[in-house]
């Protein structure tokens, strides 16, 4: 039976899943370098817009971004907790930006839904950076993050300014328990 909450294909006893991570032993945080932002084309350094980005890119764009702590956010246009949090994450990213915060928005909504969700993040989010997870195989995409998250929406993953992964939460954060969580990131000495 198929979770509701989940984006992917069921992980329970997968062969695949297991060679799959073997072949993904990079994670994003790593201690290794990664490429730099510099070859990263400026859609996705400063999209306007949700714009897709593949896995290998997402990756470059969090190293981009090391030095900050990063908020990254799992969302999709007919998730409706996922739509609720998206004005608390565009306020929190108002109100801490300048202190080191940046969050990222990313929709797991298929690409002919593309227009939609650049409609809906621009209604409700408008100062946030915006992606469309492009890749055909989703664990290739989430699995670097997390390979113990199933998919639930939203989903919220917080990255230290060393760029290492402090916490991930499943399900709608409210606005207090969000800047709880960054607060406590933006105090840590970089």
Not at 56 to 78: D, S
Request: charged share 25%.
């Amino acid at each position: 039976m198929t979770d509701p909450r989940r984006f992917g294909p069921d992980r329970s006893g997968s062969l695949a899943f297991g060679t799959l991570l073997v072949a993904l032993a990079v994670s994003l945080p790593s201690s290794a370098p990664m490429a730099t932002a510099g070859e990263l084309p400026e859609s996705l350094v400063a999209p306007e817009t949700i714009e897709p980005i593949t896995a290998e890119q997402f990756g470059e764009l969090l190293e981009h971004h090391r030095g900050k702590v990063v908020l990254v956010n799992f969302w999709a246009t007919w998730c409706i907790p996922c739509r609720y949090e998206l004005p608390d994450l565009d306020l929190l990213q108002q109100r801490y930006g300048e202190k080191g915060l940046q969050v990222i928005t990313v929709t797991i909504d298929k690409p002919e839904k593309l227009e939609d969700a650049r409609s809906a993040l621009a209604k409700q989010a408008p100062n946030l950076p915006g992606y469309l997870q492009a890749e055909k195989d989703e664990f290739a995409f989430i699995d670097p993050l997390d390979p113990e998250w199933v998919g639930a929406l939203p989903t919220s993953f917080f990255f230290s300014r060393s760029g290492e992964l402090r916490k991930s939460h499943p399900g709608r954060m409210l606005y207090k328990d969000l800047e709880r969580e960054v607060m406590a990131l933006l105090e840590e000495e970089p």
